[in-house]
């Protein structure tokens, strides 16, 4: 009976220990000289339980309509885990996407809402964006930095009413006037606690409504597989 009660007790101490852990999702994106390179880091426990995702290359495949994409996985706090891929993105996938939004709009009442509620517990450790846009012409190089920077700024201020941010972000706009060429580097820290998410998540079920929908993506197709094999 002790060891029973023991037992319980451990369980719910990792329950509350994950409800109330927070997690860290660093993004590091940079664009420049025809190289594009992508990096989103989960974090939690101090760095103790790491989830790093990389994406080096993003180009145009010659022989179809579509984007070609270079990913390499690590996880565990040395990174020595590893793991290698390559996928291809069509048109198709943008559709398929696009309608599996419409299926949770549909079934699920007030999506909106809970997700705002989710972003509101989302907290910005760290916002920076620099970048730097030349088009040959000085006169309209200038245009275009204000309209960047005027897209920045709207961005903030669109973040900073949806989030809790923390930090002052910053911003940098570089002009080149003599050269074609645009860069961009964007650094960001979000953190948040697992326990807000799993409440969204049940939320997301409470408010269910209708049946299954047909979801195209691969995530979410393997749901409804699950239902019409059910049936």
Known sequence: MKWLLL???VILLFIILVIFTKVKIHIDFFHGNQNDNLTVTLKAWGGIIKYKKEIPMIK???DSPSIVIKEKTKTGPDEKTQQQGEKQFEKEDLANTLNDTKQLIDHVVGLHTHI??????????????????GIGDAAATGVICGGVWAAKGSL??????LMKLRVKPVLTVTPFFQQFTTKIQLKCIFQIRVGHAIWTGMKLIKYWKGGMPNFKTK???????????SV
């Open 60 to 62: 145009i495949d010659e």
């Open 7 to 9: 037992l319980l007790l």
């Open 116 to 133: 705002r509620k989710l972003l509101s517990k989302v907290i910005v450790r760290k916002f920076e964006w620099h970048t730097g846009v």
């Open 156 to 161: 903030v201020g669109l973040i900073s009413n």
């Open 219 to 229: 995530p979410l197709s393997v749901l409804s597989n699950d239902k019409s094999n």
